[in-house]
């Protein structure tokens, strides 16, 4: 999904924090994560060196923040939409929008993984939590749908999804868009 942070910060949050992560954010998104370094995070956002470091020890922690960005975004399509059939169209369905909106490049979440393909960094450690949160948010959904075996449903609709945010970017994203719809609607048949 594309960063997309939520208008007013969460309290307890700095200015200049929000500030350094939709900064980074949009950077991380548009040019790769290793492409962006922190000094033109600091100089685009418009804060100090210590400012910086005093809210993210390391280029890494950074990038977790914004990647948990997008993850709360995700998070919170989900939890708007009742469960079951009307949650899962409402998260595959912004999924979709997303990959036809002007500037997309892609999962953040698939990208992020290329540029740090170590298991133990915490950049790809905060990918993979946030695949295991949505494959088990697919599963659950299924189940409730009725899908008669939502494990190997959320496997399926993983794969679909995950090739409707590289088509996306790299095809044909009105295309992509209808055929993750159509994939969702026909796992759901299967109910």
Request: proline share 6%; hydrophobic share 45%.
């Given at each position: ?30 040019e ?6 922190v000094?033109r ?34 998070r ?7 469960e ?20 997309f ?49 959320a ?32 796992l759901?048949?299967?109910?």
């Amino acid at each position: 999904m594309s960063a997309r942070l939520a208008d007013s910060p969460p309290h307890g949050r700095s200015e200049a924090r929000d500030r350094l992560l939709r900064t980074a954010s949009t950077l991380f998104y548009g040019e790769g994560i290793r492409a962006v370094g922190v000094d033109r995070v600091i100089g685009e956002a418009a804060v100090t060196r210590a400012t910086f470091y005093r809210h993210f020890p390391s280029k890494d922690d950074l990038v977790v923040a914004y990647l948990r960005s997008v993850d709360g975004a995700v998070r919170a399509v989900a939890e708007a939409a009742p469960e079951g059939a009307p949650r899962l169209r409402a998260v595959i369905g912004e999924m979709g929008e997303q990959s036809c909106s002007p500037g997309f490049r892609g999962c953040a979440f698939i990208n992020a993984a290329a540029e740090y393909p170590d298991p133990d960094s915490p950049v790809h450690r905060a990918v993979a939590e946030h695949r295991a949160w949505l494959t088990a948010l697919f599963v659950r959904e299924l189940g409730i749908a009725g899908h008669p075996d939502p494990e190997q449903a959320a496997a399926q609709l993983m794969m679909l999804r995950d090739g409707a945010m590289v088509a996306g970017y790299l095809a044909d994203a009105a295309r992509a868009r209808e055929t993750l719809v159509r994939g969702l609607e026909g796992l759901l048949t299967v109910s």
